[in-house]
């Protein structure tokens, strides 16, 4: 086989800035060790999210030229609603600023104390949204997805017996929807079968509970489906992502991933009555029913994107990128999650630094160590994010201390990935040189966004 190529030619490129690694160990001394407070132009390989960072096509620039700013009854919205209909197969479309106030939406209609919303795994995001209802999440993920270094190929699917044990002790009444995320960004990225959708989807509809589909990466979760489950490799791309959507009653949509858009969302659905109630919280938080917080030129972006990103070679460019840095890893004995990811790599930084810790934050010293060395931006999905106190002041650790690399769409090329492969590397070589970390200063809220740390 040939070498996969990026399917793209690049028009208009954005200079990277180049820094010594002298001058990034007193840009990281000044950040306090946390990457967050670092300015974009001194970071060379930018890895933070694969959210509302992707390059977008000559073809979505285009359609911006064209948007539509009228606040009611745009063609632009129109023209996103068509798109979402055609590729998702929702009568409904409700259009938000991002996926974070789709589900805001949501849950504070469906919410509230008493109640209980479950998952595969929530994002973080969602389930903020669904406690600050005063409800609560409930995560069933499968035995296989908790084991971060066996490979198996669905390991984002919910465990069906562990969701019915719950409906069977809660009762269907207290459970106001089911929500799988596809593919599960918070457990590796990894996919959900098709087999794993319908089987949810039998057991909300025996219990008349909704069934919603988190849809941020769903070109993604339908191109491992392509790959990975029987009968489905002659199938197309958008043939499997409308079949996965057929078993569900709606969605959530963060359009910053699997739409190459900067930023938008939205809600899908087929219930009427949930509809009205979601547009009118709509009106009263983000704005019109045909605009959403969003510019016409941004729904138009969304419209083009959502058909382009099911574009075969380049779901194979990206899902290929993926596992090529995965692979490249794991030749050189790196701890990463197995088997790769749609979106992101995942680096098991407590196996990564034995030396460290949990308590000295051995993710976070991951990431500091690999954008001194090389200028890259990684986040830690550890102890600094979910980490909680007991009464005594003493760490509650997170079960797992991962450091993600999410790929940004259509941003870097193969000569980049090799670059981020060498550094990691490098830095694992000299891993035992690496020193842990304590935090000087946090709030009491998602700290990881602005914590202040120093070296131990
Ligand atoms: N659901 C999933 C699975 C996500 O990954 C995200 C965002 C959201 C919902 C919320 O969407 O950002 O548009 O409000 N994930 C980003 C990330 C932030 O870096 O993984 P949003």
Same mark, same amino acid.
């Given at each position: 086989m040939k070498t996969i190529i990026e399917p793209f030619k690049i028009k208009s490129v954005e200079q990277i800035l180049f820094t010594t690694?002298?001058?990034r160990t007193q840009i990281l001394k000044d950040a306090d060790y946390n990457p967050f407070r670092i300015t974009a132009e001194d970071v060379l390989i930018d890895l933070l999210?694969?959210?509302?960072?992707?390059?977008?096509?000559?073809?979505?620039?285009?359609?911006?030229?064209?948007?539509? !700013?009228?606040? *009611?009854?745009?063609?632009?919205?129109?023209?996103?609603?068509?798109?979402?209909?055609?590729?998702? @197969?929702? %009568?409904i479309v409700i259009p938000t600023h991002q996926g974070r106030a789709a589900e805001k939406i949501l849950f504070t209609i469906l919410g509230g104390k008493g109640k209980y919303f479950i998952s595969n795994t929530l994002f973080d995001t969602t389930r903020a949204n669904i406690e600050f209802s005063g409800a609560e999440g409930i995560d069933c993920l499968c035995e296989e997805g908790k084991h971060p270094t066996i490979p198996a190929p669905f390991k984002g699917n919910m465990d069906v017996d562990?969701?019915?044990?719950?409906?069977? !002790?809660?009762? *269907?009444?207290?459970?106001?929807?089911?929500?799988?995320?596809?593919?599960?960004?918070?457990?590796? @990225?990894? %996919?959900v079968s098709m087999q794993n959708i319908r089987e949810v989807s039998t057991v909300c509809k025996e219990n008349k509970i909704p069934f919603f589909i988190d849809a941020c990466r769903f070109a993604e979760n339908s191109y491992c489906i392509k790959l990975r489950e029987e009968g489905y490799a002659h199938k197309s791309v958008p043939e499997i992502a409308a079949e996965m959507f057929s078993y569900a009653d709606g969605c959530t949509m963060s359009a910053k991933k699997d739409a190459f858009a900067n930023i938008g969302g939205f809600l899908a659905m087929r219930d009427l009555d949930l509809a009205l109630r979601c547009r009118n919280l709509l009106i009263i938080t983000e704005g019109f029913t045909t605009y959403g917080g969003l510019a016409g030129r941004d729904l138009e972006a969304i419209a083009i994107g959502l058909k382009e990103v099911m574009d075969e070679h380049y779901l194979q460019y990206r899902i290929r990128s993926i596992e090529y840095?995965?692979?490249?890893?794991?030749?050189?004995?790196v701890p990463v999650m197995q088997p790769a990811g749609g979106h992101a790599v995942y680096i098991d930084a407590k196996e990564f630094l034995?030396?460290?810790?949990?308590?000295q934050y051995p993710g976070q010293a991951l990431v500091c160590a690999l954008?001194?060395?090389?200028?890259?931006?990684?986040?830690?999905?550890?102890?600094?994010?979910?980490?909680?106190?007991?009464?005594?002041?003493?760490?509650?650790?997170?079960?797992?201390?991962?450091?993600?690399?999410?790929?940004?769409?259509?941003?870097y090329t193969q000569s980049h990935i090799d670059y981020v492969a060498e550094v990691i590397i490098e830095v694992f070589e000299k891993r035992e040189s690496i020193k842990g970390l304590k935090i000087i200063e946090e709030t009491p809220l998602l700290r990881h966004f602005t914590a202040k740390l120093s070296l131990v």
């Open positions: 690694k002298k001058q999210t694969d959210s509302g960072t992707s390059a977008m096509s000559s073809r979505q620039w285009a359609g911006m030229m064209q948007g539509d !700013e009228s606040y *009611a009854g745009s063609p632009s919205f129109f023209h996103f609603e068509q798109s979402v209909k055609d590729v998702m @197969g929702f %009568p562990a969701l019915k044990k719950v409906i069977r !002790e809660e009762g *269907a009444s207290v459970i106001p929807m089911v929500i799988l995320t596809v593919t599960n960004n918070s457990g590796g @990225g990894q %996919p840095l995965t692979n490249k890893l794991i030749e050189a004995g034995k030396h460290i810790p949990v308590e954008y001194t060395e090389g200028g890259i931006r990684s986040v830690e999905i550890g102890s600094l994010m979910f980490g909680k106190y007991d009464n005594g002041g003493k760490l509650i650790p997170s079960q797992m201390e991962l450091v993600r690399l999410a790929i940004p769409r259509r941003v």
